[in-house]
């Protein structure tokens, strides 16, 4: 129950940054940035989301598929319509969403392990350059 109530709140405050009119370079910027955020004022929660998680998905959980289809719906219709307007390339959701975080959220657990001193809120330009970067067609 504590995985899904912090998710809940990092998706809130990611969704919260989205309109249906931004581009999808817009929505990256905000996402990345709200996401780098998020976890630099929420350490504790971040850790349990990235702690957790895994083990949630491996054994199956309902609620953290619920969670997810319903938490992330607008996001995933976002994403559709981004790569039907030639937006964004044409990949698979379970190779984009790894491509928009991926970067950001390996630098969080170095940072919530203590391996690196600087917050991700600190990098957040980079993180969005490199998400842009890989996202953009």
Request: charged content about 20%; overall charge positive.
């Amino acid at each position: 129950a504590v995985v899904i109530t912090a998710l809940s709140e990092h998706k809130r405050a990611l969704l919260e940054k989205l309109n249906e009119n931004m581009s999808a370079q817009d929505a990256v910027q905000a996402l990345i940035a709200a996401t780098a955020d998020w976890i630099s004022l929420n350490p504790d929660a971040a850790r349990c989301i990235f702690r957790f998680r895994g083990a949630l998905e491996s054994a199956g959980s309902n609620a953290l598929k619920t969670h997810n289809r319903t938490e992330l719906s607008p996001l995933l219709k976002r994403l559709e319509v981004w790569i039907k307007n030639g937006e964004i390339r044409a990949l698979p959701i379970a190779l984009l969403l790894p491509l928009l975080h991926g970067p950001l959220h390996e630098y969080a657990r170095s940072w919530l392990a203590g391996r690196v001193q600087v917050p991700p809120s600190a990098y957040v330009e980079v993180f969005i350059g490199a998400a842009w970067g890989a996202l953009k067609a």
